[in-house]
């Protein structure tokens, strides 16, 4: 026998350096620690502390590596030299670049700030966005929240003060009943995969609830295939079983909900349905024993559901508890009512209320800890109502979606689950006040030139006094955002700023000013349209319609050949970031935590990270916080100098962690000159565990509200009261109606009137209502694969392997019905548009419903595609069939495409009819557009993008190990 005495090295060290910092492959932020080999990153792997993904990674974070190394990276400013929309650039320098987007907007801030539209995508540090925004003075600004999930954030905050994801989770260990709507592989990715695991270990059941039988819904217990677009029905359905059987938690509701709390009654008043107030304005209940009003905040009150009662002022009032019974006990949201719209059994719909109930109140969860609640009982444990949900985008992407998630909220509210073990629970700085206590500023005293704005552009109204319209409801944001159009419109409405602007309606802009937002391709409703408004020119001056664009990427997306002037931004590993408290959190519901992102590399091209151009622009435009007094800049130390010293209040900064001048202080204290050197020094994130005793109840716990208090979470550490009832959406009503200062124009009324009910309603999604179900019998929708978050994956050569090219998925009825097979060929059309796609027969589908994947459709030439790419040749996008707008009404007037409470994108509303194409059709996804030129100082298209095939040791034969990558 041959003895081999060769060591071989099973684990050969891939790196001589490894640094700590945060994902930025999706929205989730993950941590993870970059391997580094002589100063070129070798290996990303997922970081095992980190309270987000406990060392989970997934396939694009991986792939992060092709990220950084794309072809299609942007490598120094352009300006415009031809046509708009044609890729004509030349490359010009830094200052030219900054001195060029120096006078375009220093003109407009010293003459009408409004005239600057500022739009960010997927942006992760929206607390120095909306910031720069307000200090420029522009109403004009918001992120790409419009066209995401703005239905669930806006429903959660005015509901229970708090919302999915970012700001709440299942209590994935205790939980006994999961149920999600909606949810593909979308906000949140490695954590849900996470939770998920612990369901299945425990065995509890999970549902999800989703047209399409993918991702998640492919390993749930049971898969309920809902028509689009009647979740809400399902839901309210859930609600009347419920009700009917008495299966709620009363005990609950009276002691943490608005439930009890009394409606004034008096159909013809200024205040029919407001809450009967005593003389200092604390709501009032009923109580049974002494037959007397009494105020909320008296913990003694025998408050009372039900009944109608006689004010001693005479006033007739009724607990929310008896409208909402009344409502929901109606037959008409009885499973048998339902059952055919949503798609569904009444057995099932009865089978999954009796299951929700039988979780909630036969498997009661108990932690023995001992807690203490707003008004002063002691509690001896806590008990819970094990069923928790999750819900996202296929709820949210509806016209009916801000209810449809509020009606989500309401039965967790009936069930007791909201923050008890094994239901949902809130994740600090979560629950805040209902709602939160920041109004939108940009009235038209407020907007001033040469003047920031009193506050920032986005808010929370409390009524109609808060919204951004003049005197005769003419709306003043380019976006229609907190009119009348969409009065809670907390996130803005990205999906119309360029309609707007290229019809000046209400005005024209000047400057248009976007950051990551691929609005001339993807993240278009309507795309060709889009693109036609972004090239239109004006035929009395020849000028652009939309003046001038300003565009910062680091890739070359679609949108970038539609801008006048492009920034080149870094790659997430190349940047400072701080992933904040003020902005979009990363905490869990044990206790806060933040990030940052440190440069793991420096950039090899000539770019600029766009928060470090943002504050450069700030300083020589001469906004007054982001200049010291000489006019000097700031923060002369860019972004990293920011997060660390820049207050937005006394003590309160962009990181938690390790404030005050010794950083020993959490949550307030001064800045911290070594602040990011803890960070990096702990792997680039701070946490903060909670005691036991405030981890549940958090809006009810005396503990965990002081704590909130102390950490500048909320300001006053009063109980957060859950809204079943919104007195909020009431008040809007009762303007409709004719009551109050701020009334909508005539034409707005019956809409307002209808949407604005202070209970959850279901109604069909308006696309339903505009296209006759003869016509256009299918819906369609998108999903968001695994391995992609958005464009961004089409560059990515790992990932363009797994998807390269999408079909339209089809269920077997449909197929049958026409006569196709996979890879068929076939004409989808919509009032909107026309497509033609290959197609793909699905089982595990909702039999009215097509899907396909979001974003795989590319333009050739573009993110440095080949002219013959199958993301171009094959790839589609549904987007060509969307309109951004409904239908003109009897007026004339359109309203977009949208929920008319929070005006957010209606992507999910989409009708359509499937045709076969004909055989000589075959062979190209349509339409076509022409492909993009390469961009100047691009580097070539390698045959095939290598990367870590030459890297080499130090070796015998010479090699020295450089980097070369093909
Ligand atoms: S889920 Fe994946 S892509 Fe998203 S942040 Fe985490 S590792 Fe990155």
Not at 511 to 532: C, E, H, K, P, R
Not at 863 to 892: C, M, Q, V, Y
Request: aromatic share 10%; glycine share 8%.
């Amino acid at each position: 026998m041959t003895k081999i005495d060769r060591k071989i090295d099973t684990s050969p060290g891939v790196s001589d350096e490894v640094k700590s910092t945060t994902c930025y492959m999706c929205a989730c932020r993950c941590g993870i620690k970059v391997h580094l080999k002589d100063g070129a990153i070798r290996y990303i792997e997922g970081n095992s502390d980190h309270p987000v993904n406990r060392g989970v990674l997934c396939a694009k974070g991986s792939a992060g590596i092709m990220q950084h190394y794309s072809p299609a990276r942007l490598r120094k400013p352009l300006k415009r030299v031809g046509p708009r929309g044609e890729a004509a650039f030349e490359e010009i320098e830094w200052e030219e670049a900054l001195g060029i987007a120096t006078d375009w907007l220093g003109r407009i801030r010293d003459s009408d700030p409004r005239k600057l539209a500022f739009f960010t995508g997927r942006d992760q540090s929206q607390a120095l966005t909306g910031w720069w925004a307000s200090q420029f003075g522009t109403p004009n600004y918001a992120a790409h929240g419009g066209f995401c999930s703005v239905n669930m954030a806006a429903a959660g905050l005015y509901t229970i003060g708090g919302s999915f994801w970012e700001f709440g989770e299942p209590d994935w260990e205790r939980t006994r009943y999961l149920m999600m709507f909606g949810v593909a592989e979308d906000h949140d990715s490695n954590p849900i995969k996470l939770g998920l695991s612990k369901v299945k270990a425990s065995g509890a059941k999970f549902v999800s609830v989703n047209p399409v039988q993918t991702g998640y819904s492919a390993i749930a217990d049971e898969w309920v295939g809902i028509t689009p677009g009647t979740d809400g029905l399902l839901v309210l359905s859930l609600v009347h079983e419920l009700l009917r059987a008495g299966r709620v938690d009363v005990d609950y509701l009276l002691r943490y909900t608005n439930a009890p709390w009394l409606v004034i009654d008096d159909p013809d008043g200024p205040e029919d349905g407001l809450f009967a107030r005593d003389e200092e304005g604390r709501p009032l209940v009923w109580d049974r024993h002494e037959e007397a009003p009494r105020s909320t905040e008296d913990a003694e009150a025998k408050a009372s559901l039900k009944g109608d009662v006689t004010l001693p002022d005479g006033r007739r009032a009724r607990p929310v508890f008896q409208l909402l019974a009344e409502r929901y006990l109606d037959k008409q949201y009885a499973p048998g009512a339902v059952a055919e719209a949503c798609g569904l059994s009444a057995d099932t719909i009865r089978r999954l209320a009796a299951e929700l109930a039988h979780a909630a109140f036969e498997e009661e969860v108990v932690v023995e800890v001992p807690w203490t609640d707003w008004a002063g009982r002691h509690h001896e444990r806590m008990i819970g109502r094990p069923v928790s949900m999750h819900a996202m985008r296929g709820i949210s992407a509806h016209s009916n979606g801000f209810h449809t998630c509020r009606a989500i909220h309401l039965l967790q509210i009936l069930l007791g689950s909201i923050d008890s073990p094994g239901g949902f629970r809130y994740k600090p700085p979560f629950p805040r006040t209902i709602p939160p206590a920041v109004r939108p500023a940009g009235k038209s005293d407020q907007v001033m030139p040469g003047a920031p704005l009193p506050g920032p552009p986005l808010g929370f109204p409390t009524g109609p006094e808060d919204l951004l319209v003049d005197d005769d409801g003419t709306p003043l944001r380019i976006d229609k955002a907190f009119s009348w159009d969409a009065p809670l419109s907390v996130h803005g409405l990205m999906h119309l700023v360029i309609t707007n602007a290229w019809k000046g309606d209400p005005y024209p802009v000047d400057v248009l000013f976007m950051y990551m937002a691929n609005m001339a391709w993807n993240s278009a409703m309507n795309t060709s349209g889009t693109i036609d408004m972004l090239t239109d020119k004006d035929p009395g001056t020849g000028e652009y319609r939309i003046p001038r664009i300003i565009y910062s990427d680091a890739y070359y997306s679609e949108m970038v050949a539609y801008a006048d002037l492009v920034l080149p931004d870094t790659t997430y590993l190349e940047r400072w970031d701080c992933i904040s408290l003020l902005d979009r959190p990363i905490c869990s519901a044990e206790g806060p935590a933040d990030a940052i992102r440190q440069p793991v590399v420096k950039p090899d091209r000539d770019v600029r990270p766009f928060q470090e151009v943002l504050l450069d622009l700030g300083a020589r435009l001469g906004l007054p916080a982001m200049v010291k007094e000489d006019g000097s800049p700031r923060y002369p130390g860019g972004y990293a100098d920011y997060i660390v010293n820049h207050e937005r209040q006394p003590g309160v900064g962009s990181l938690a962690g390790w404030r005050g001048e010794a950083g020993d202080l959490r949550g307030r204290g001064a800045p911290n000159p070594e602040q990011l050197e803890r960070y990096k020094e702990n792997g680039c994130f701070w946490r903060e565990e909670l005691a036991p005793e405030l981890h549940y109840f958090k809006h009810a716990n005396r503990a965990y509200l002081i704590y909130a208090t102390e950490r500048g979470f909320i300001s006053q550490a009063t109980n957060i009261t859950l809204r079943l009832y919104s007195e909020v959406l009431q008040r809007f009503r009762l303007a409709a109606r004719g009551h109050g200062a701020v009334q909508p124009p005539g034409e707005h009324r019956e809409r307002v009137e209808t949407y604005f009910d202070p209970l959850p309603i279901w109604y069909p999604p308006f696309e339903d209502q505009a296209n006759d179900e003869e016509s256009f019998p299918l819906h369609a929708v998108t999903q968001r694969p695994m391995a992609m978050y958005h464009s961004w994956g089409s560059q990515n050569a790992w990932l363009r392997q797994i998807h390269g090219d999408n079909r339209l998925y089809i269920p077997r009825a449909v197929a049958e019905a026409h006569d196709l097979h996979d890879d068929d060929w076939a004409w989808l059309e919509s009032r909107n548009g026309r497509i033609k796609a290959q197609v793909r027969v699905q089982q595990g589908l909702n039999p009215k419903t097509l899907w396909t994947w979001n974003a795989i459709g590319k333009r050739a030439g573009a993110w440095h595609l080949s002219a013959d790419a199958s993301e171009a040749k094959t790839g589609f996008l549904l987007n060509h069939l969307i309109d951004e707008l409904l239908p003109e009404r009897e007026s004339g007037y359109r309203y977009a495409c949208a929920d008319p409470v929070t005006g957010q994108a209606a992507w999910y509303d989409l009708r359509v009819r499937i045709e076969k194409a004909a055989p000589a059709e075959a062979g190209e996804a349509l339409p076509q557009f022409p492909s993009l030129p390469p961009l100047p100082g691009s580097q070539e298209t390698p045959e095939a993008l290598r990367y870590g095939a030459d890297f080499h040791e130090k070796t015998g034969d010479g090699r020295d190990g450089k980097r070369r990558r093909r």
